[in-house]
């Protein structure tokens, strides 16, 4: 799992995929991938991710990297690279 902790919080780099029947994280192996109901449009993907992280890890989320990318790195505010790495094993074991 790719998390770093920063001044700010703990970053997570993800891989999205876009157009799935519904919003879901994932981990496959090492590596996190953010399943997206929408079209790579107007932001409309960097939007669901944020709103939809942040519900399901109950963390203040922001992209910091990778905008107009699959790949893209988002920091949790205030959270500690334990706490986020907790929240993720849930979220894996659904």
């Known amino acids: 799992m790719s998390v770093v902790e920063t001044k700010d919080g703990a970053a997570l780099t993800i ?3 876009t157009n ?9 192996d090492e590596e996190i991938v ?3 109901t ?4 107007k932001g409309k993907v960097n939007k669901e991710i944020i709103k939809q992280t942040g519900k399901l890890l109950g963390f203040n989320t922001e992209i910091i990297s990778g905008l107009a990318s ?3 790195v988002l920091l ?16 894996d074991k659904m």
């Open 15 to 17: 891989f999205v995929k």
């Open 76 to 91: 949790f505010r205030g959270v500690s690279k334990a706490q986020l790495e907790a929240k993720l094993s849930v979220l």
């Open 20 to 28: 799935a029947p519904e919003f879901k994280i994932e981990l496959d």
């Open 38 to 41: 929408e079209e790579p449009i």
């Open 70 to 72: 699959k790949q893209k």
């Open 34 to 36: 953010v399943y997206s």
